[in-house]
């Protein structure tokens, strides 16, 4: 049961644009939320992250936006930039509930972004 | 530049042989993770470790095994390799700050078992 779902396996925008990349989880327990962008032959590099207590996080070029009642998230890039074309993760943690598994990460199967010059 | 180094980047390697793939990282991370992933899906935990001498198995089996002797190293062992096997392995680390500790991954190991 996939507890951290991206739904759209691609998406292409036009440079200059706004890429919109969403998450939708099932898990009510998860208080905190990541995104990861990935290059090819490269490891999962941390973007931003946002936790439950707040529905909006902001860093530069990219906000994350969070839902709680419809347990969707969002990633907003704008302006896009070629350079962020690369697979976006969703990942998703209970860090609230104590135990050896509060810091584990739930991740979504990716977003792969395509920016067009 | 990464500061969790994996090694080797890529492994070809016949069925039944035994493998280490190496992880170390020189943030003096506490917390070290190997996920699994293959093309196009999620990353699977398959081990953690919050500290010298402290190994959990993750969610998704596996059958390899980890051993953390120093902080700064967490080498995964696959005693047989076998086809099932081949996939991609991400070794990453956090610090001790809470919510404000994001995973830090290494570049990982492709390994193909033939």
Not at chain 2, 13 to 33: F, N, P, R
Request: a neutral charge; glycine letters at 8%.
């Amino acid at each position: 049961d996939q507890q951290v779902k991206q739904n759209s396996p691609s998406l292409s925008v036009q440079e200059g644009r706004i890429s919109i990349l969403n998450c939708d989880y099932t898990n009510s327990m998860f208080d905190y939320f990541l995104w990861y962008k990935k290059y090819p032959a490269e490891g999962p590099t941390f973007l931003i992250s946002i936790s439950s207590i707040k529905d909006k996080n902001e860093d530069g070029r990219f906000t994350v936006f969070l839902n709680k009642s419809a347990k969707h998230l969002s990633l907003h890039i704008v302006p896009s930039q070629p350079g962020d074309s690369a697979v976006y993760f969703c990942a998703a943690s209970a860090q609230g509930y104590s135990g050896a598994g509060s810091y584990q990460l739930t991740f979504g199967k990716g977003t792969k972004l395509s920016v067009i010059p | 530049e990464a500061d969790i180094y994996q090694t080797p980047r890529y492994l070809v390697i016949g069925t039944g042989k035994k493998i280490t793939l190496e992880c170390s990282q020189t943030m003096g991370h506490d917390k070290m993770y190997w996920y699994q992933q293959d093309p196009g899906m999620e990353l699977h935990l398959i081990h953690y470790s919050y500290g010298v001498n402290s190994t959990e198995k993750g969610d998704l089996s596996s059958e390899s095994t980890v051993s953390r002797i120093r902080t700064e190293h967490f080498p995964l062992t696959l005693e047989s390799a076998r086809p099932s096997h081949t996939s991609q392995y991400l070794c990453a680390s956090s610090g001790n700050r809470g919510l404000g500790s994001p995973l830090h991954f290494g570049n990982g190991t492709r390994l193909t078992v033939t």
